[in-house]
């Protein structure tokens, strides 16, 4: 199973940008989708997920991102309005993916390579 992401870049407070994530490979199911980042000398940290009608936001984000997926394409979308500079950060895709249909159902964790997102003050 591999993760593709794109749409990072520079951008200036108050912009947007528009995140993708494909996944391709061996895929029975997806179970659930998300966003991480990273910001320079931070740890790693959820910003929104989405598994079933269900979505999460980090209160940082809310109101100024939204997640969303297609099914169809197994792509995973973050919409991120009004950034920040504090918004800076390598931003990763995570997906929980069921590879068989052998039972019991499992699901495996995966992540992206990780796309560049920054914003100017």
């Known amino acids: 199973v591999q993760l593709q992401a794109s749409g990072g870049g520079l951008v200036q407070a108050g912009g947007s940008l528009r995140l993708s994530c494909a996944v391709s490979?061996?895929?029975?199911?997806?179970?659930?989708m998300a966003w991480y980042r990273r910001a320079p000398g931070k740890q790693r940290e959820p910003v929104a997920g989405i598994s079933g009608g269900t979505t999460f936001y980090a209160d940082s984000v809310k109101g100024r991102f939204s997640i969303s997926r297609d099914n169809a394409k197994n792509t995973v979308y973050l919409q991120m309005n009004g950034l920040k500079p504090e918004d800076t950060a390598v931003y990763y895709c995570?997906?929980?993916?069921?590879?068989?249909?052998?039972?019991?159902?499992?699901?495996?964790?995966?992540w992206g390579q990780g796309t560049q997102v920054t914003v100017s003050s």
């Open positions: 490979g061996s895929i029975v199911s997806i179970e659930a």
């Open positions: 995570y997906c929980t993916v069921q590879t068989t249909t052998s039972t019991p159902t499992t699901f495996r964790q995966y």
